[in-house]
């Protein structure tokens, strides 16, 4: 079993990168959620690969999976829906 890989010329990665910089998702983000940009690097790379060739359609397509870049994205952190209904633990009350 054999695997087809598509080798991408620079001139295409620098077309993704710019799809990434329109979008939001730049060397800034880069250095501040580096898992965020990859995960915006790979789906435009995929939807490329895939015949996507118009920079705001993937732009578009780009935001409506993963949602605005940068400072207008919430980091994933822990949640505290749960202590609504269960209660803050003792290490987390005003005593």
């Given at each position: 079993?054999?695997?087809h890989l598509c080798p991408i010329s620079p001139t295409d990665k620098e077309f993704i990168r710019s799809v990434l910089g329109e979008a939001g998702y730049?060397?800034?983000l880069l250095?501040?959620?580096?898992?965020s940009f990859e995960t915006a690097e790979l789906l435009v790379?995929?939807?490329?690969?895939?015949?996507?060739?118009?920079?705001p359609d993937l732009a578009a397509k780009l935001e409506c999976q993963l949602g605005k870049a940068g400072r207008y994205r919430r980091p994933p952190g822990p949640s505290l829906?749960?202590?609504?209904?269960?209660?803050?633990?003792s290490e987390l009350q005003f005593s």
């Open positions: 079993m054999s695997s730049n060397a800034e250095v501040d959620d580096p898992r790379t995929k939807l490329f690969l895939a015949g996507g060739d118009s920079r829906g749960r202590y609504a209904i269960q209660g803050l633990p």
